[in-house]
Nanobody, 116 residues
Framework: QVQLVESGGGLVQAGGSLRLSCAASRSIFSFTRMGWYRQAPGKQRELVAT???????NYVDSVKGRFTISRDNAKNTVYLQMNSLKPEDTAVYYCNALVGLLSQYWGQGTQVTVSS
């Protein structure tokens, strides 16, 4: 079992920045993949960014050049640095961990609200 706890959400004006953190209950060094998803009201949950074992990263097109995912294995933590935020980035952001090929874990989510 893995517990994931997100933090760092909040209210920010358009153009501002936030850094989300996801702390895992155990070492993330060998996790296959960790990622951030988001879900806006009335919309499906969508993948925002992933970081894989070996530190390769992927981003949804809408956040490329603005968001950066990173990991600190010593702190068992994954981050999402979000710059140049837009109102359409408003959503609940969820941390996800894939351990092995089949075991997925989710955090409880953190609200990000971007005002225009």
């Amino acid at each position: 079992q893995v517990q994931l706890v997100e933090s760092g959400g909040g209210l920010v004006q358009a153009g501002g920045s936030l850094r989300l953190s996801c702390a895992a209950s155990r070492s993330i060094f060998s996790f296959t993949r960790m990622g951030w998803y988001r879900q806006a009201p009335g919309k499906q949950r969508e993948l925002v960014a992933t970081i894989h074992i070996g530190d390769s990263t992927n981003y949804v097109d809408s956040v490329k050049g603005r968001f950066t995912i990173s990991r600190d294995n010593a702190k068992n933590t994954v981050y999402l640095q979000m710059n140049s935020l837009k109102p359409e980035d408003t959503a609940v952001y969820y941390c996800n961990a894939l351990v092995g090929l089949l075991s997925q874990y989710w955090g409880q989510g953190t609200q990000v609200t971007v005002s225009s």
